[in-house]
Each structure stands twice: as structure tokens, then as C-alpha cells.
């Protein structure tokens, strides 16, 4: 029963494993504030830098399960603002200070698949098309359409900032997923007849 179990702790170990053993993916020089030219990011955590004159920073980054995207931005120089885009570059929501303080913080059910996270200081703003505005305060507008870049309306103030996302998943079980809580429940039904 012991080694049963151990078995077990093995696999849940390796399941949490997968999802918290990151590093920060750290911006490259100064990431671009057009949509399609995001930097890739590749993790979770991201970490960047707004510098003078900077209009902005915008990542793109691929999840490969639906979920609820939860983005966090916090700073101790600038008063962020986040904006979170789809892969056809469509607006769909933003924030500036709902995260405490001057920090951001959004949460937005989203699709497998490729999204763009814009952060800058809180005078930042999408431009679309037609060369309108929107300043990324909730909600996007119906018919806002797809974002060519983000743009910081003045300089405010410079400074680093980490985005810390977070993927709730509310759907089906990725395979790997599925495989590791096989194993658990063949794990436990080994243990009944054991000390049945
Ligand atoms: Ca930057
Ligand atoms: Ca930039
Ligand atoms: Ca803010």
C-alpha cells in the first residue's frame, strides 16, 4: 500500500509540477507596440520595462487550453494599464486600477489559442482601423474591431512592471491531464482489493 501510494504522490507531483516550475520571460530590448510585431512570450509570468518615449509593450502568447485568462500587472514606478487582444487582433477588454493600487488586473474567458496582452502607463490607448481610440477600460466596444497598436497618449513615467497570468481551466482535461488522474484512480482501486 505504501508503494501505492507513493506511486500516487509521484503523479500529482508531476501534474502540479507542470504548471507552477517556470521561469519569467523577460521583454527583449524594448517589445513593440504594434500587434504584429509582439514579442512571443513564453511563460506565464512576463517582466518588461516602460522607458521614455516608450509607446507601449505588447506580447503575444498561444494557451493551449480554454479557461478563464486571468492578467495581473503590477508595477512600483508606473501606473499600469493592460489591454488583451485576440489572435485576429479584435479588442476585448482592459484595465488600469482594479488590481490595487495604480496596478491592473482583468479576467477574460478565453479559447485554445493565440492572444495579445498590450501593457503601457494609464493614458495608454488602442488604435483600430479607422484610427479610432479606445482606452482600455473594460470592456471593448461592440464593433471596436481588430487593434493595429497601442499607444501611450503621453510619457508619464518610466519603469519596470511584471504581468502574472493565471489559466483557470474550465474545460475537458488536457490527454496528459487525463493520463496522470488514470493513473491515480488505478492507483486507489489497487489499494481497495489490497486491503479488501
Ligand atoms: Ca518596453
Ligand atoms: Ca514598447
Ligand atoms: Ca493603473
Redesign the pocket.
Known sequence: MKSTLNKLGVAIALATGMASAQAAYIESG????FLASAQLATDMTIQGTIGQG????VFKLVFGSAGILTIQAASSQIDTNIGLFDAGFNALAGDDDSGGGLNSLLSYAISAGTYYIGIGDYAMYAVNASNQSWFLDGLAPAGFGAVSNIENQTSISTGGYTLSLSLQNNAVPEPATLGLLGLGLLGMGMMRRKTA
Open positions: 524594448d517589445a513593440s507596440n516608450d509607446e507601449g509593450d
